[in-house]
């Protein structure tokens, strides 16, 4: 079963960043955090990946603690596209992503 | 951009049926899996596929779920006998190797009547 816990909703005004915590106090030194989101009933949508460092790609920013017990996924300027079920995961193993209930985050124009 | 390709989008079948759910995975990604997501509820995973062979099933993947990848570019779930409370989307999903993100279709929603 999932190792995160995440709040079930949030609210962002579009334009502002949107900041999506995910606590995964358990993750052993192996393990990634991982994030997808999934618009409406559509498929899972790879956002970004890390191990301990802080990254960015074209969608979002993953801000990981030192102590890699939480992390924070930041999209910089929410659009009302990004509306979503937003998954944070760790896995170490490739035979499975196993998704809990995630956040659900609302755009607000 | 490579993508993941499922057919039917919509698969409306009769109790008892058998259906078939096909999946194109990436092209050189090595790692097959298929989800499902009943109506409001979280995305489920039922069976991982590597190297010609199942690596990992839910105890959802009971003896009515099967999987074949029969000619190196497809990748099936079947159901043998659908019941009503196989009604959900099915997801196919794929990655290239260990660590890598993972490639989700856009789904099949069953509807067993």
């Known amino acids: 079963d999932a190792k995160t816990t995440q709040p079930p909703s949030m609210d962002c005004a579009e334009g502002r960043a949107a900041n999506l915590p995910c606590n995964h106090s358990?993750?052993?030194?192996?393990?990634?955090v991982y994030w997808y989101r999934q618009i409406h009933s559509q498929g899972p949508q790879y956002i970004i990946h890390?191990?301990?460092n802080n990254e960015t790609n074209e969608m979002a920013s993953l801000i990981i603690t030192e102590d890699r017990k939480s992390s924070t996924l930041i999209l910089p300027h929410a659009t009302l596209r990004d509306t979503a079920v937003y998954y944070c995961?760790?896995?170490?193993?490739?035979?499975?992503?196993?998704f809990g209930p995630g956040t659900s985050l609302s755009v607000i124009p | 951009e490579p993508e993941v390709t499922q057919t039917p989008s919509h698969q409306v079948t009769q109790m008892g049926q058998e259906v078939i759910l096909r999946c194109v995975p990436i092209?050189?990604?090595?790692?097959f899996y298929w989800y499902r997501q009943i109506l409001g509820q979280k995305v489920e995973f039922l069976v991982s596929?590597?190297?010609?062979?199942?690596?990992?099933k839910s105890e959802i993947f009971d003896d009515q779920f099967s999987v074949e990848r029969p000619d190196g570019s497809n990748f099936t779930l079947k159901i043998r006998s659908t019941k009503l409370e196989d009604s959900a989307m099915y997801f196919c999903?794929?990655?290239?190797?260990?660590?890598?993100?993972?490639?989700f279709g856009q789904g099949t929603r069953l509807t067993v009547v």
């Open positions: 995961i760790v896995e170490t193993s490739y035979d499975k992503v196993i």
């Open positions: 890390g191990l301990k």
């Open positions: 092209s050189n990604h090595l790692y």
């Open positions: 358990t993750i052993s030194g192996n393990e990634y």
């Open positions: 596929f590597y190297n010609n062979e199942i690596s990992e």
């Open positions: 999903a794929s990655i290239v190797d260990g660590n890598t993100e993972a490639f």
